[in-house]
């Protein structure tokens, strides 16, 4: 038989095959981007308006009977006063119709509690504030902030709903004269951790993940890069190094909570370092990261065309020059890539910082590495815990805060690969 | 030059000899006189293996100075091996191990009292395959002299980067783009370059592994003209592949077959009267 047949022959089949098998991969993709839109969709669209917060405005009257009776301006005095009276008595006079004392404690259910310390900071920062009425906007309560972004129906029966008609009266009645308003929620970005909603933001949580992080980096990118050095270099080629390469391969593949365990068990209760601290939570992910980055390095390492090295031995160089002087520069981007890759692996990581008690409720943001704190994705966990609202709401905003870091993490990996290859 | 004569295309490696010839028969010690007068180095009784595979079988040779030596024959027959050993370049690959004497002032190169630093500044070495490093012209040629210390200061670095580029024969065409990458220039213009910078460290001998094989004919005659020039100063080392380059440059040949140095003589008589059977039916183009 002729083979032109034979080939014409089979050519339909072949074409289908070929055809078929796009197909297969079109519609993996497709998916895929599919499952991804819509996670990012959902989150998007419950996290949003946790950007905003609503705020009341109210005439306050820095009263200095209550503030100052002694009229010293005495800091500890100024410190220690009763700033939510100021507060209640403020509502109070707005609604002057509220007469009961369940009325009144509803009016005043209404601002948040940390008004207070707001009002308190401002007479500090401006004691010449005393005597005076301001219109101030103070946080409302999350309760409020769900009623303005239009989470609490109003068909549902009143007794079924979080905010009775009253309520909901006062807040319409504000609304008419422009006294409430949803605002750019700063202290989402400025505050630490707290029961109430409105007074909760992701500050500590990423100065925790920021000083983690850090010493994350420090412990594993020298080692890891002397690491990979020794091995592609100057490691003789025996049984001892074979054995610690393949189990630095295993140890990219041990699942994290198991370096949280080990950091429970050598750092705190052997080292005695202080739990819930990012120090302990940069060593753990650093030892976790380290084979990342020893993988990474050696292959960029391994990928520098060997000519190069060669050129340098040829005029002289001893193996360390060539290394420091040749390999390296070339190997950088690539090395800093993995690194990259490894940190936003840690930045994401929650399980062994569990372990080591980072997912204590931490108020303040950590100032130092020895001092508690939480990182970002432990808060998340914690927020999808609470039952209110208003903390759905965040942690969908903090997952979203979480994406935008990693995200341009890998964007600077890829730029950074993209230089490495553009070299040559 | 002649450029038809450089157009006589070599046989690529790839394209092994369609018919080597019997061995069982041939007698494969060395032809002809390995010594020179007053030699720069010596190579004696050299065997290398490779793991457990010999490449090199009892090899003798002296190096002469302020002359080329070529070393020819097919591929796969040891001469990027042997070459590899006189600045033991043959020390980063695994596996790989020597035995027998190179010689260089007495001193036995593979002595472990010597120090392959010292060593590759006195024996430079030019690749296959043209390798500047990714970095300017400039710095490319000024790497060796700055990590030897050869220089006190920029004035004198200078100094040697534009001699060595001239006697490369590169400078009038790099001089006014010494920042530019090395990387960035023709292939012909990378090989002098590393000339260049193998000649700036000043060494006694320079090793060249097939030097033009990765260069268009224009570019291999301009090589062989500066081999040609190079041979006052320094004593050269050539391994090639094409039997007219080892007749143009070099005043002794080395013929090696499978590992063996079958037949070593002055050029002019390996190419007219070979004396050894494998070597006449190499040069007579017989098997590559
Ligand atoms: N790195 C190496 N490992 C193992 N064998 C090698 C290596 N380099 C060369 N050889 C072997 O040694 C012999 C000589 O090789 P080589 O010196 O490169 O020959 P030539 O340069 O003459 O073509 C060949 O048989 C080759 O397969
Ligand atoms: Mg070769």
């Known amino acids: ?424 | 030059m002649d450029i038809t004569e450089t157009l006589a295309i070599p046989i690529p490696e790839q394209l092994d000899s369609p018919a080597v010839p019997d061995q069982a028969d041939l007698d494969l010690t060395t032809v002809g006189d390995f010594t020179v007068p007053d030699p720069r180095m010596k190579i004696r009784d050299v065997n290398v293996f490779y793991g457990q595979k010999q490449a090199i079988f009892d090899v003798n040779l002296d190096i002469g100075s302020n002359s080329v030596v070529a070393m020819i024959g097919p591929s796969g027959c040891g001469k990027t091996t042997l070459l590899r050993c006189l600045n033991r370049m043959n020390d980063t690959i695994d596996g790989c191990r020597v035995e027998g004497r190179v010689e260089m002032d007495d001193k036995n190169v593979y002595d472990r009292k010597m120090d392959p630093v010292l060593l590759r500044a006195r024996v430079g070495m030019v690749f296959q395959k043209p390798n500047p490093f990714p970095k300017s012209i400039f710095d490319n040629v000024a790497y060796g002299p700055r990590i030897h210390g050869l220089v006190r200061d920029r004035t004198d670095l200078e100094e040697i980067v534009h001699t060595s580029l001239e006697r490369a024969g590169l400078l009038d065409e790099v001089k006014d783009r010494m920042d530019q990458p090395g990387t960035g220039l023709s292939g012909g213009q990378q090989q002098r370059l590393c000339i260049a910078r193998a000649i700036a460290v000043s060494p006694e001998v320079i090793l060249m592994d097939e030097p033009c094989s990765a260069l268009d004919p224009i570019a291999t005659a301009r090589i062989e003209e500066l081999i040609g020039e190079l041979r006052k100063n320094f004593s050269i080392v050539i391994v090639t592949h094409s039997m007219q380059q080892a007749a143009r440059v070099s005043q002794r040949t080395a013929y090696f077959h499978l590992g063996y140095l079958v037949e070593v003589g002055s050029t002019k008589d390996i190419f007219t009267t070979p004396k050894h059977q494998l070597t006449e039916e190499y040069i007579t183009g017989r098997f590559g």
């Open chain 1, 1 to 424: 038989m002729n083979p032109t047949k034979q080939i014409v022959s089979g050519l339909a089949r072949r074409q289908r095959a070929e055809k078929r098998f796009r197909l297969y991969g079109l519609t993996a993709v497709v998916l895929g981007m599919a499952f991804l839109l819509l996670l990012f969709g959902s989150i998007v669209a419950n996290g949003y308006k946790a950007f905003t917060q609503t705020y009341i405005e109210l005439p306050i009257y820095f009263d200095p009977a209550v503030i100052d009776p002694s009229s010293e301006r005495d800091h500890q005095t100024l410190f220690s006063a009763d700033y939510w009276k100021l507060v209640k008595t403020a509502v109070y006079q707005k609604f002057p119709q509220a007469s009961g004392r369940k009325e009144r404690r509803e009016l005043t259910r209404m601002v948040s509690e940390g008004s207070a310390y707001e009002l308190r900071d401002q007479v500090l920062e401006n004691p010449r504030l005393i005597g005076t009425t301001q219109h101030i906007w103070l946080a409302a309560d999350d309760d409020i902030d769900m009623l303005m972004k239009g989470y609490i129906d109003r068909n549902v029966p009143e007794d079924e709903r979080r905010l009775n008609d009253r309520i909901i009266g006062y807040v319409d009645s504000m609304r008419e004269v422009d006294a409430i308003e949803r605002r750019f929620n700063t202290t989402f970005f400025a505050a630490g951790d707290s029961r109430e909603p409105e007074q909760a933001g992701i500050l500590g949580a990423l100065m925790g993940s920021f000083l983690t992080l850090i010493v994350t980096l420090l412990l594993s990118f020298p080692i890891g890069v002397a690491a990979a050095v020794y091995l592609e270099e100057f490691a003789p080629r025996n049984r001892f190094i074979d054995l610690i390469e393949i189990n630095i391969n295993n140890l990219a593949a041990v699942p994290s909570i198991i370096f949280g365990l080990l950091g429970l068990a050598i750092f705190i209760n052997w080292f005695g370092m202080p739990r819930s601290t990012p120090v302990v939570g940069g060593l753990v992910l650093g030892l976790m990261t380290l084979p990342t980055i020893i993988i990474a390095s050696r292959v960029s390492i391994q990928s520098v065309p060997p000519s190069i090295k060669e050129a340098a031995l040829g005029v002289g160089a001893s193996r360390m020059q060539a290394m420091f002087h040749h390999v390296l520069p070339i190997a950088t981007p690539g090395m800093l890539t993995g690194t990259i890759i490894g940190m936003a692996r840690a930045l994401g990581e929650t399980a062994p910082l569990l372990m080591i008690g980072m997912v204590a409720f931490i108020v303040d943001p950590p100032g130092g590495f020895t001092e508690p704190a939480t990182a970002l994705p432990v808060q998340i966990f914690l927020w999808s815990d609470s039952p209110e609202r208003g903390f759905t709401e965040r942690t969908s905003a903090a997952i979203l805060v979480l994406l935008v870091f990693l995200i341009a993490m890998n964007a600077a990996a890829v730029y950074l690969r993209e230089r490495v290859t553009k070299r040559f």
